[in-house]
């Protein structure tokens, strides 16, 4: 694919490589009270670069909190409670030269099947354990977990875990952490939590910074992430590899643009040297560019942009935002888009209890925005016939391809680490037909669907407890089918917000 996307990415990677390298401690997409929190400080001003990227580097939200305390910056009163909670949070998280250990335990019945930000059980049964130490040169942060009967016959799994070094403002390292590019609460076109982390080197920035050069200054704080990942080997082209790259800019404090691109490439009976690398990277993919065929097509790409604006209204912040993916190029620009669209609010009670709210549209079909869409299209490719999956599910947004369904949702957080959330969906899924493949419903669905989650911190640890109701309606026979699920889960050292 070939686009603009390429120019900004290439021009970002050219300056990435002129600079050291950092690895740090990070927070891992899952926890909606830790975002909603970062969030809320965000709109404020209190954090000045991207939030739509994670895993977020603890020092870049440490070294923005510091520096509005230690220049006396003025927050509304409302707001300080958070600011404290999550300074005092970053302070821990980031401290150098201790060990830490945790532990986990969850037990679900009929555990989701459509994932948004929250970090839910995937499994009716599992059990963690994990050891985290940060230096001032390295990073570890392990974590392993045992699965009962697992979908996809991984019983043991490393998810979570990150092994780095230090080495200036850059993070390099091993890592199976999960990943969460975009500003939708329940979903994300490009890459989200819906599957396992992808095990891959990555780098990434650490701390935030607004660059330099009076030239590109305008830019803003700004944050990138890289990958280079390994997918599994049961697959239509096993081996395959995925690689990614994200650019995330702020230019003005209410206003956050991210530019996004991955790419399946090589694997079993596929081209996979460097010159096939420079292929893809360079955009040099498509048949019928010159000299490429079925037999040395580099490789099946997405990429696009989305944007998160937010204004005061009402004396509270209030944001827009949205997503669009192409599947394909069309004059040097994505094209054949999938899309969502959100907005969503936030407030403080005079009692110090925060909330947000969010309604969010996703139409997961190419050229979603066009009144003739293209289905069978999104998260599909004729090579890689496992489609834009890990582990049999898709690595972009949790409702596969071909779906059509608006999410509303809150988030309420006392000051005490107490948090409540809640989830409704209605819309259709997999509209195009039957399809085996299709990781959400093999034929069309009217779904419909409400999701609750209540956390609280002990002095044993954190306990969260979920409960949901979905119903669905096959469209061709009209069988109507509902299902409850529910999950209870521990983890220790208490998850304070």
Excluded at 281 to 288: P, Y
Excluded at 442 to 448: H, I, R
Excluded at 463 to 475: H, K, N, T
Aim: aromatic fraction near 10%.
């Amino acid at each position: 694919m070939k686009c603009i996307v390429h120019r900004w990415l290439i021009a970002a990677t050219a300056c990435l490589l002129a600079q050291p390298l950092l690895a740090a401690p990070q927070a891992q997409p899952g926890d909606v009270g830790l975002r909603h929190d970062i969030q809320v400080l965000a709109d404020y001003g209190a954090i000045s670069g991207p939030v739509t990227t994670w895993p977020i580097s603890w020092d870049a939200v440490l070294a923005d909190l510091e520096y509005v305390r230690a220049n006396d910056i003025v927050l509304p009163n409302n707001v300080m409670p958070t600011f404290e909670r999550v300074l005092a949070r970053a302070q821990r998280e980031a401290r150098r030269g201790q060990a830490s250990f945790g532990a986990s335990l969850a037990i679900a019945e009929e555990p989701a099947n459509i994932r948004g930000f929250s970090d839910t059980p995937r499994a009716r049964g599992e059990l963690g354990a994990g050891v985290a130490w940060f230096s001032e040169r390295f990073t570890l942060d392990l974590n392993i977990s045992a699965v009962d009967k697992p979908a996809d016959g991984k019983d043991v799994r490393p998810d979570g875990s990150q092994l780095g070094v230090d080495v200036g403002n850059w993070s390099v390292a091993a890592s199976t952490m999960g990943r969460w590019w975009g500003p939708g609460w329940d979903g994300n076109l490009i890459l989200s939590n819906n599957a396992r982390p992808i095990p891959a080197f990555v780098i990434g920035r650490n701390r935030t910074t607004a660059p330099t050069p009076k030239w590109i200054s305008w830019l803003g704080p700004w944050d990138m992430s890289i990958i280079w990942g390994q997918l599994e080997s049961e697959r239509a082209v096993p081996d395959a590899r995925f690689f990614g790259m994200r650019l995330n800019i702020r230019p003005l404090r209410g206003l956050e643009i991210g530019l996004s691109r991955t790419a399946q490439w090589c694997g079993q009976g596929r081209p996979c040297g460097a010159d096939t690398f420079w292929d893809l990277f360079l955009g040099k993919d498509n048949v019928g560019d010159a000299g490429t065929n079925l037999e040395n097509e580099p490789g099946n790409q997405m990429a696009g942009f989305d944007a998160r604006w937010t204004n005061m209204w009402f004396g509270t912040p209030v944001s827009l935002y949205g997503q669009m993916i192409g599947e394909d190029e069309a004059g040097g620009f994505p094209s054949r888009y999938l899309a969502q669209f959100g907005i969503e609010g936030s407030g403080i009670t005079r009692g110090q209890t925060s909330y947000r709210w969010f309604v969010e549209g996703a139409a997961t079909s190419c050229d979603a925005v066009k009144g003739t869409v293209l289905y069978g299209c999104a998260y599909r490719q004729g090579i890689y016939q496992s489609g834009y999956t890990y582990y049999g599910r898709v690595i972009g947004h949790g409702l596969d391809n071909d779906a059509r369904v608006v999410s509303a949702g809150a988030v309420v957080g006392a000051a005490d680490g107490r948090s409540w959330q809640v989830v409704g969906r209605i819309g259709e899924l997999n509209r195009v037909g039957s399809d085996p493949n299709h990781s959400v419903a093999v034929n069309p669905e009217d779904l419909a669907s409400i999701d609750l989650q209540y956390s609280f911190p002990s002095k044993i640890g954190t306990f969260d407890i979920g409960a949901g109701y979905e119903r669905r309606e096959e469209l061709a026979s009209g069988i109507e089918s509902s299902d409850t699920r529910g999950f209870l889960r521990w983890t220790s050292p208490p998850r304070s917000r």
